[in-house]
């Protein structure tokens, strides 16, 4: 695949990106909200914004971006990562800050799983997550991952949480 699917649920669609999401994404990770993603500066956040969307070319998986269905407005971004120097696939998420606490996280990783498993784009699903990032880990453990002490981690701090490659009921 060379692009990302429009995937869509009751309240959310994900579609590829565009180039009017960057200044959101600029944006949070210039912030304290980035500090478990690694906060960047506006030239950085372009790299690994167009470094994500790249993956699609380049390993048929990748990012989606998250808009709301009832207005189309961009609040985040899901993705299938699998940089160089990762040792698996990854599962990520974030939202834009003020679209928390509605289920939307979840949501959307249960729908971009659920097209992982059914299209089988991965053989191994991880999320690599800082130990302090307590609502990353919540949500990875309500999607049914488990720490997994025997894998690699991207960074040596962070946990690795296995994904179980299995399709979830919203």
């Not at 993956?55 to 699998?82: D, S």
């Amino acid at each position: 695949m060379n692009t990302a699917p429009i995937l869509e649920s009751s309240r959310i669609r994900l579609r590829p990106h565009r180039r009017s999401d960057f200044e959101e994404y600029a944006k949070l990770f210039s912030s304290d909200r980035a500090q478990y993603m690694g906060k960047l500066n506006r030239r950085h956040a372009w790299y690994s914004f167009a470094s994500e969307v790249g993956h699609w070319a380049l390993m048929g998986i990748g990012p989606c971006a998250i808009e709301l269905r009832k207005n189309a407005q961009y609040v985040g971004q899901v993705a299938f990562t699998h940089h160089d120097h990762y040792p698996e696939p990854e599962l990520g998420w974030f939202l834009i800050e003020g679209n928390e606490r509605r289920g939307l996280a979840f949501e959307v990783a249960v729908v971009a799983k659920n097209w992982a498993v059914s299209t089988k784009a991965v053989r191994s699903l991880v999320s690599y997550i800082d130990p302090e990032n307590a609502r990353s880990i919540a949500l990875a453990e309500r999607l049914g991952a488990k720490v997994d002490t025997s894998a690699l981690a991207d960074d040596e701090t962070d946990l690795v949480y296995r994904h179980p490659l299995e399709l979830i009921s919203l």
